[in-house]
């Protein structure tokens, strides 16, 4: 079983950068796919981006391709989110997960282990 600890969430403002990680423990990191999510107040919990278990292939959804960058370091056992051009609409806490099955979707039914989130915060 794998834990997923969050951190690098804050306040910036809005076409400002962050860099949120996930480190991992107590589990073979490179054997899961990793996944960011977010969830805003009142709103469902919605993908973000996912890699494989090598970091060979990614996916983003639409609403922060080409603003957004997932990457991950097997040997630190973390994964990491890197965030640019931030806009207010990306104010959620964020979560990463992880997916044993290396389905790498984007559905959160799909992840079997969660961090706690790290709140960003995007002011205009």
């Known amino acids: 079983q794998v834990q997923l600890v969050e951190s690098g969430g804050g306040l910036v403002q809005a076409g400002g950068s962050l860099r949120l990680s996930c480190a991992a423990s107590?589990?073979?990191?490179?054997?899961?796919?990793m996944g960011w999510f977010r969830q805003a107040p009142g709103k469902e919990r919605e993908f973000v981006t996912a890699i494989t278990r090598s970091g060979g292939r990614t996916a983003y959804a639409d609403s922060v391709k080409g603003r957004f960058s997932i990457s991950r370091d097997n040997a630190k056992n973390t994964v990491y989110l890197q965030m640019n051009s931030l806009k207010p609409e990306d104010t959620a806490v964020y979560y990463c997960?992880?997916?044993?099955?290396?389905?790498?979707?984007?559905?959160?039914?799909?992840?079997?282990?969660w961090g706690q989130g790290t709140q960003v915060t995007v002011s205009s």
């Open positions: 997960a992880a997916d044993s099955a290396n389905l790498w979707g984007r559905s959160y039914s799909l992840y079997d282990y």
């Open positions: 107590g589990g073979s990191f490179s054997s899961y796919a």
